[in-house]
């Protein structure tokens, strides 16, 4: 694992630990820490993680600061259909840096585009495509878990540029400009929205669960700055769905805050 660590590390690629997927059952259990935030650079850093442990998982930051876009297909949930449906419309992808996953999934690497800002997307592309960019991860060769372990398939091959038809889709579109809300409608909605976004937080697929919980407090966080929903109560209601759905706890607070932090800083417009 640490001669991995430090090959990824000559190449750019900022490293962190993750747990032994072996011994526990989610992949993203981290080894203490903050995850994907202490990634690293440094080889003396990566050296004494993984003398202390030295079975641990690898952990990459995608996005701008590794210049990686990574393209996950799911088969379990239609992702391979999915790459063949867009490849017959579109025309096939080029050859890249590609690995399978311990579950048989696949991740394409892309390099980051320049003058574009990417972030995570989940199902956006399709039924079983998920990408990593800006605000993400991905698990790196040789890392194991239970099922099975993560391996390259052509290591070697430089990423490929990103397709223009693929960028496209990849790029959430901007939000329409927001029209004023009357303050008893806003108060309502957002009793609503806790509601939805806390079982959709408590019920998202384990790939997708941070993703999700993220989203869901962006989201509400809007309504939070708009006064139609307190902080606190907020948090204690998606830190709740969150354990439900088995997120790793050094992960719940750090993700609520940082959508919250965003959603807030864009308020629901209200009249």
Not at 9 to 26: H, Q, T
Not at 89 to 102: F, I, K, M, Y
Not at 178 to 189: F, G, N, Q, Y
Request: glycine letters at 10%.
């Amino acid at each position: 694992m640490l001669r991995a660590a430090l090959i990824y590390i000559s190449l750019g690629w900022p490293v962190f630990l993750l747990a032994e997927g072996s011994k526990v059952p989610k992949i993203g259990r981290r080894l203490g820490g903050h995850g994907l935030y202490d990634a690293t650079l440094d080889p003396e850093q990566a050296t004494i993680w993984w003398s202390r442990h030295p079975n641990a998982n690898i952990g990459v930051r995608s996005g701008e600061i590794s210049q990686l876009v990574v393209v996950d297909s799911d088969p379990r949930h239609g992702g391979d259909d999915t790459l063949v449906r867009l490849q017959r419309r579109h025309g096939p992808l080029l050859d890249t840096l590609e690995a399978v996953t311990a579950t048989g999934g696949g991740h394409r690497f892309f390099k980051y585009p320049v003058g574009v800002v990417l972030r995570n997307t989940a199902a956006l592309v399709g039924p079983g495509i998920d990408s990593r960019a800006d605000g993400g991860y991905f698990v790196a060769a040789p890392s194991v878990r239970s099922e099975g372990r993560y391996r390259w398939v052509n290591w070697g091959t430089p990423p490929a540029e990103l397709p223009e038809w693929l960028l496209v889709k990849l790029r959430k579109p901007e939000p329409p400009k927001p029209v004023p809300i009357p303050r008893s409608s806003l108060d309502a909605i957002g009793d609503s929205l806790l509601r939805q976004k806390a079982e959709a937080v408590a019920t998202a697929r384990h790939e997708t669960r941070n993703h999700v919980l993220n989203a869901s407090a962006y989201a509400l966080g809007r309504l939070v700055g708009a006064r139609a929903l307190d902080a606190a109560e907020v948090e204690a209601v998606l830190a709740g769905a969150a354990r439900r759905s088995g997120l790793d706890e050094h992960e719940i607070m750090p993700t609520i805050r940082s959508g919250l932090t965003a959603g807030m800083a864009r308020p629901r417009v209200s009249a």
